[in-house]
T-cell receptor, first 112, second 114 residues
Framework: EDKVVQSPLSLVVHEGDTVTLNCSYE??????LLWYKQEKKAPTFLFML????IEKKSGRLSSILDKKELFSILNITATQTGDSAVYLC????????????FGKGTLLTVNP | NAGVTQTPKFRILKIGQSMTLQCTQD?????MYWYRQDPGMGLKLIYY???????DKGEVPNGYNVSRSTTEDFPLRLELAAPSQTSVYFC?????????????FGNGTRLTVT
């Protein structure tokens, strides 16, 4: 059975701190790893990673994948209160059949 | 450009009632999905569709049915509501298969079955 484990499950930081969120996985026939941010409603897409060691960056957020050790990290530097959200990791696997397994998410709270 | 639109936003059902959750997208995506999200849990796939007229079961299909008569619409039907179906339901769509391209989510339907 495919597994995606995120850690920590929750995290409280102060504005300006840097945070690292973790996502490890065990899946058959890995295809991709995706990060989503979920505030009050719909998850919104952040990054898709398919190759090891290539950092994806968007403003203060960055992410990298390690396909040998089967994990990814999401870094957020100089956190702001608007970064408060649940961050979801999802791993795409399988051949021609669609398969996307989500982790339980990390709840990040950024206090002023 | 509305993206993925779900209705209703909230609904309370009594045990045994039935209802349809509506989902429509205006991005001409072939792939559409229904997920449920329970507190503290990840998203679980209920059903998905790779194009009009084609649907398939996900991880947790029991108690639900879907149809895909057009590219735009992908309604989810609950026939005999049970308390275990209390959840937040998200519809999503994607350009390519969702394990290879980002999903675009609707804002969700919060369903309570009592």
């Amino acid at each position: 059975e495919d597994k995606v484990v995120q850690s920590p499950l929750s995290l409280v930081v102060h504005e300006g701190d840097t945070v690292t969120l973790n996502c490890s996985y065990e899946v058959t026939n890995f295809r991709s790893l995706l990060w989503y941010k979920q505030e009050k409603k719909a998850p919104t897409f952040l990054f898709m990673l398919t190759s090891s060691g290539i950092e994806k960056k968007s403003g203060r957020l960055s992410s990298i994948l390690d396909k040998k050790e089967l994990f990814s990290i999401l870094n957020i530097t100089a956190t702001q209160t608007g970064d408060s959200a649940v961050y979801l990791c999802a791993v795409g696997s399988g051949g021609s059949n669609y398969k996307l397994t989500f982790g339980k998410g990390t709840l990040l709270t950024v206090n002023p | 450009n509305a993206g993925v639109t779900q209705t209703p936003k909230f609904r309370i059902l009594k045990i045994g009632q039935s209802m349809t959750l509506q989902c429509t997208q205006d991005m001409n995506h072939n792939y559409m999905y229904w997920y449920r999200q329970d507190p503290g849990m990840g998203l679980k796939l209920i059903y998905y569709s790779v194009g009009a007229g084609i649907t398939d079961k996900g991880e947790v299909p029991n108690g639900y049915n879907v149809s895909r008569s057009t590219t735009e619409d992908f309604p989810l039907r609950l026939e005999l509501a049970a308390p275990s179906q209390t959840s937040v339901y998200f519809c999503a769509s994607s350009w390519q298969t969702g394990n290879n391209s980002p999903l675009h989510f609707g804002n969700g339907t919060r369903l309570t079955v009592t």
